[in-house]
């Protein structure tokens, strides 16, 4: 497939948000305004989303800018999903992801073979054998704890299905991601991800870590410790695997 053409290297002077010069991007519905209130968070932002655009192209990784959460959606379902026709779809543990709607849009297609790995109606076991076969669909959705401004994609995992996704097989991996996952660089990707991600993150879980009380890692030996798997991506290999869309709203953890 064709990648899409570079964005603008210089960011905007004013105004809202820029997207990657791409065809779904281009015919995608303006989203809702921003009140004039928030028009400074979203250029400070954009500024970040570009730098990060910049940096994820040059690493072989395709990278959209959109507005919001319904444009990243219209975007998948529009452009990504007809574009490379998958067969079968999964994903990995992702608030985006999960607030996109995208499961049951992508379950309502009707043409694709989902695993849903958080099918909680079904036994763990049966969850963790689907997981295993997530690994090797067409298409495979997440989120991403961390972006790096020198355009990494930084990850810490539990059980390491998502991470594992993101490393090696599925033919395509689509990666929604909010703006506030932006970061300089790896020092503050591995901060942002310890310090804050993962003990929220054991929070809306309900684990039994010591995070849980304060707030803070405490490198744990618990059995329900969250941070087992560390996945850096610096490139997308191949050229285009990794599909990445960063939306210029907060989102997920
Ligand atoms: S290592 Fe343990 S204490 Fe630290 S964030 Fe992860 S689960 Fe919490």
Redesign the pocket.
Same mark, same amino acid.
């Given at each position: 497939m064709s990648h899409p053409k570079k964005s603008p290297k210089k960011p905007p002077k004013q105004g809202g948000p820029k997207r990657s010069d791409n065809t779904a991007a281009k015919s995608a519905k303006p989203a809702a305004q921003p009140g004039p209130a928030n028009q400074h968070r979203d250029d400070f932002w954009n500024i970040r989303l570009l730098t990060a655009q910049e940096a994820l192209e040059k690493g072989n990784f395709i990278c959209h800018i959109v507005s919001d959460l319904a444009e990243a959606r219209k975007l998948v379902l529009e452009t990504i999903i007809p574009s490379h026709q998958p067969e079968s779809a999964s994903w990995g543990g992702s608030m985006t992801f999960k607030e996109s709607g995208l499961v049951e849009a992508i379950k309502g297609l009707g043409t694709i073979k989902v695993l849903d790995t958080y099918d909680t109606s079904l036994p763990n076991e049966q969850r963790l054998e689907m997981r295993r076969q997530a690994l090797l669909v067409d298409m495979f959705f997440t989120g991403s704890n961390a972006v790096t401004e020198d355009g990494a994609l930084v990850n810490l995992d539990m059980i390491g299905n998502r991470v594992g996704a993101l490393a090696f097989g599925p033919k395509k991996v689509v990666v929604l991601a909010g703006r506030n996952k932006v970061v300089a660089g790896l020092d503050e990707a591995m901060f942002r991800i310890?310090e804050y991600a993962?003990?929220a993150n054991?929070m809306k879980l309900n684990?039994k870590?010591? @995070?849980l009380k304060t707030s803070h @890692?405490?490198? @744990?030996s618990?059995e329900?410790?969250? @941070?087992n798997t560390w996945v850096i991506n610096e490139k997308s290999w191949p050229k285009a695997r990794i599909e990445v869309i960063l939306i210029n709203q907060d989102l997920g953890l």
């Open positions: 310890k993962a003990p054991a684990k870590t010591p @995070c @890692c405490q490198d @744990c618990s329900d410790r969250i @941070c």
